[in-house]
């Protein structure tokens, strides 16, 4: 790949952003294999930030303009919301909880929520902590990694945070990739808390994933 640039997020980029969500949605490979519907899936990891922060959102694009990668981020996150009418809306009216290639995924899902309530570990649905109330989504299709575009992104990200005085960045990603959790550190972030359980998804192998909370104060030493 050549040259990859970085540049605010435009409406016309939308589908560019859903198809790499998509085509990276497991810990930087397809998730189709688990979960096939990008639909639902975009609408779920990369719509809320498209549709309600675009101002927020940073992509990265080839020497066609085309997006093969983005930054999708948000100052407040107890901004960011779910609706319930949107999860119905896949869930019932687009058949998901039938449907062969997504229906195992979302009643591991019911009924690992149903384990951790028995438990009373019900995970958050959100990470509202004042000393990081700003958090990310990081994604580069293959071609796009390893050539410092996910180091641009994020600095030119917290670069803004900081001018702007917020007071900390957060990120879960998956406590099993090894290469995120690295570039995550390379970055500035720390491990913040023990990693948790996922809900419904699940390796090849039928083993459990983990969620890892990494947490960065932005009134530290600038990593760039
Ligand atoms: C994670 C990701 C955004 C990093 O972007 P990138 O452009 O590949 O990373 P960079 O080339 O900017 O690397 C920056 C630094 O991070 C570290 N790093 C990046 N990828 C790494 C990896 N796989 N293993 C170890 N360290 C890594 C290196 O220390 C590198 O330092 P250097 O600049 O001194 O070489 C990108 O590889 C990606 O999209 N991966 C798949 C999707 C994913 O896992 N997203 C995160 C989900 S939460």
């Known amino acids: 790949m050549g040259a990859t640039r970085i540049r605010p997020y435009r409406a016309e980029d939308r589908e560019?952003?859903?198809a790499v969500c998509f085509t990276t949605g497991y810990?930087?490979?397809?998730?189709a294999w688990q979960w096939r519907d990008r639909e639902?899936?975009?609408d779920l990891f990369s719509g809320w930030y498209t549709?309600?922060?675009p101002e927020s959102a940073?992509?990265?694009v080839d020497e066609d303009d085309q997006v093969v990668g983005y930054l999708l981020g948000c100052r407040d996150t107890t901004q960011v919301t779910l609706p319930p009418r949107l999860v119905a809306h896949h869930l019932v009216?687009?058949?998901l909880l039938v449907r062969p290639g997504t229906a195992p995924v979302v009643w591991r899902t019911i009924g690992d929520l149903v384990v951790a309530a028995t438990r009373r570990r019900l995970p958050p649905s959100q990470v509202v902590d004042d000393r990081w109330p700003a958090h990310l989504h990081i994604d580069l299709l293959p071609a796009a990694r390893g050539d410092g575009t996910?180091?641009?992104l994020m600095t030119r990200w917290l670069d803004a945070l900081r001018e702007e005085g917020v007071a900390g960045c957060h990120l879960v990603t998956w406590a099993e990739n090894d290469g995120a959790v690295a570039f995550f550190e390379a970055m500035g972030f720390r491990r913040e808390g023990a990693r948790q359980p996922m809900l419904g998804l699940r390796s090849p192998e039928g083993l459990r994933h983990h969620s890892?909370?990494?947490v960065q104060p932005l009134d530290g030493p600038v990593v760039s």
């Open 16 to 18: 560019g952003v859903r």
């Open 27 to 31: 810990m930087g490979d397809p998730v």
């Open 40 to 42: 639902s899936f975009a």
């Open 51 to 53: 549709d309600h922060a």
């Open 58 to 60: 940073l992509v990265a």
């Open 93 to 95: 009216r687009r058949g």
């Open 150 to 152: 996910g180091r641009r």
């Open 212 to 214: 890892q909370l990494m």
